[in-house]
């Protein structure tokens, strides 16, 4: 199978420049497809730093089930804006005053952008952004916003989850709530708890059994706690009277304990429509590895090592093996274990029986998914085994935000 998928790809971009990377359209769909079937009913958001790309974004917004982005910056959202897109809301907090007022503007004409906060200072420079806008001419509309909630699990000596908001407790969360609602500009509108523990963390990883064990062991209880922590946090805000239109949570590994939580409205996913490798290993879902990208073999320093030009496309988040590009197609190939993936060439160790021309592709698969399309400014979509066309990413339309 392997090798005719490696024939099958080969085929589809010869004559194109390499590196490329590349979508395959009936596995992209597939994943799409899967995704609306494992949330169970409850709408999706689209996570555009896990595409980066305006085609794939409409691509996926046009099947039923999906509704809306989730942005990363506010810059990206007032430019998606731009692009057509409607109903979005920026995932994380900013204090980009360019970006911030852009979104102002575009809310003063009609734009449906929300935006994150999970600190008294950041409310208060939207309160003297969205004033200063008003008194400069723009329309008075209320700038909507939503509180990122911390659901985090913690351990004796373990902390289970990111470090990322300080909203823990109902307290702070309510606090910030009334300063809200004190500006005259602001309204809350949303809350935001993302389990990013149980949702980025594989628990079937190859030959790590005890710890695929306890990563199962720990979900469960995790699971109902931070659910039971989400649901109060809702029930305490709509309890002050706020009238929460968005309660968002889950991601692609989560998807089937986030459909549960009858307190969240939607769910939010994206890396599933990829299937990066990080997304290989877990036991209650599997999508298939839609994304990628290829190299020529530029150099044959060994019967069994071929080296191919670029290739170091490491992904964020811890340092280690398993954010490093993996060779894919022909099947067999490894990373060489002191040189890993390089700046500006790659070694690759096939089996003997694997002989790779000078020029020939070797595909290989990212670790994280949109990632990849900011080494790329396009890429070829292919279905049925052909090119049907070349869309930009972000950085190929010229737009680069983090």
């Given at each position: ?31 799409a ?7 169970g ?8 730093k ?30 998606l804006?731009?692009?057509g ?63 990122d ?8 000596g ?6 990322r ?12 709530a009334?300063?809200i ?17 149980i ?26 706690a ?24 889950g ?84 990373l ?5 993936a ?19 592709p ?27 066309d ?13």
């Open positions: 199978m392997g090798t005719r998928e490696y024939e099958r790809l080969r085929r589809a971009i010869a004559g194109r420049r390499l590196p490329c990377a590349f979508v395959d359209l009936d596995r992209f769909d597939a994943n497809e899967t995704l609306v079937a494992r949330a009913g409850k709408a999706l958001r689209v996570a555009s896990s595409l980066r790309c305006v085609a794939l974004l409409r691509r996926v917004l046009a099947r039923e089930g999906f509704a809306g982005i989730m942005a990363y910056s506010p810059g990206e959202a007032a430019w804006h731009d692009q897109f409607d109903d979005i809301l920026v995932a994380y907090p900013s204090v980009e005053r360019l970006e911030l007022a852009a979104v102002i503007e575009g809310v003063a004409r009609g734009a449906s952008i929300r935006l994150m906060v999970d600190d008294r200072d950041q409310v208060l420079l939207l309160e003297r952004l969205v004033a200063a806008a008003i008194t400069g001419g723009l329309a008075a509309r209320p700038l909507e916003l939503c509180v909630l911390d659901v985090s699990n913690e351990l004796p373990l902390h289970l989850g990111v470090r908001s300080p909203l823990r407790d109902l307290e702070a969360l309510l606090e910030l009334a300063l609602a004190e500006c005259e500009h602001l309204k809350l509108v949303g809350l935001m708890g993302y389990e990013a523990q949702a980025g963390v594989p628990d079937d990883l190859p030959g790590q059994r005890a710890r695929n064990l306890l990563v199962r062991a720990a979900a469960g209880p995790g699971i109902l931070l659910q039971a922590h989400r649901r109060a946090a809702v029930e305490a805000l709509r309890g002050e009277g706020f009238a929460l239109a968005l309660v968002n949570g991601g692609t590994g989560s998807l089937e304990s986030s459909r549960e939580d009858a307190s969240l409205t939607e769910l939010s996913a994206g890396s599933g429509l990829f299937a990066p490798t990080l997304f290989d290993h877990y036991r209650s879902f599997a999508h298939h590895p839609a994304a990628g990208f290829a190299l020529p073999v530029v150099r044959r320093p060994t019967q069994t090592i071929v080296t191919c030009a670029g290739g170091g496309y490491v992904a964020s988040g811890p340092g280690g093996d398993d954010r490093l590009p993996q060779p894919w197609l022909p099947p067999g190939g490894r060489l274990e002191h040189e890993g390089g700046e500006v060439q790659t070694p690759v160790a096939f089996p003997s029986r694997v002989q790779l021309a000078l020029g020939e070797v595909f290989f698969r990212h670790a994280k998914a949109g990632e990849l399309c900011e080494r790329f400014s396009s890429l070829l979509l292919i279905r049925a085994g052909e090119v049907v070349v869309v930009p990413t972000y950085r190929g339309e010229g737009q680069c935000w983090l």
